[in-house]
């Protein structure tokens, strides 16, 4: 969300548009009055319908179990053992995330092979020898990317424009140096998106 962007109009239209939701539950998730009366009922509810799944992922112990949610399957869990433990009691937290990253990288493929809502196909590939062969690119990977250059490009536009105005030498220099690394940045972001 851009700064000074409508948050509630903003959180609604992105819950509409998500194929997955993650639900990041600790005891501050579950107090939030805003979450419990809008966000999860919102995706709950898209999930009865079949337009996205959702996921919770116990971030701290808390008694998730009373939630309307309580009901999902919840991640991380422990791969030897499949019990469920909150991230921030795993002996190294970066493991935790891993199996959660895993599970989503899982969850994703098994929607690709069953030809799911989640993926949308790219009309380009097929013209593109290189990238012909390559798995198609999710919807949420395009619009992650699409956000991603639209900032770059802001960004750069920005800092060219006081490329011009800046007269301390060291200054100028920084700047042609962050200008260089942003043009490189969109140039690869242009490249996935086949633009």
Not at 54 to 83: A, T
Request: glycine share 2%; charged share 30%.
């Amino acid at each position: 969300m851009l700064p000074g962007g409508e948050w509630n109009k903003s959180i609604k239209e992105n819950l509409e548009l998500a194929d997955i939701v993650l639900l990041l539950v600790s005891s501050d998730y579950m107090a939030s009055d805003y979450i419990n009366r809008v966000e999860v009922p919102l995706a709950m509810q898209r999930q009865e319908n079949g337009l996205c799944t959702v996921i919770p992922v116990l971030l701290r112990s808390c008694l998730f179990e009373e939630m309307p949610y309580g009901k999902y399957e919840f991640l991380p869990k422990k791969p030897d053992n499949q019990r469920l433990v909150p991230v921030e009691h795993w002996e190294r937290p970066d493991e935790a995330l891993t199996v959660i990253v895993r599970r989503l990288n899982e969850l994703v493929r098994r929607a690709a092979e069953k030809d799911a809502p989640l993926l949308q196909p790219d009309p380009k590939n097929a013209l593109d020898k290189a990238t012909k062969d390559a798995p198609p690119m999710l919807d949420i990977e395009r619009r992650g990317y699409e956000q991603q250059l639209n900032l770059a490009t802001h960004k750069l536009q920005r800092l060219q424009t006081a490329h011009l105005l800046e007269t301390d030498p060291a200054r100028q220099f920084a700047l042609e140096h962050e200008i260089q690394k942003l043009e490189t940045l969109t140039a690869e972001l242009k490249s996935k998106l086949q633009i």
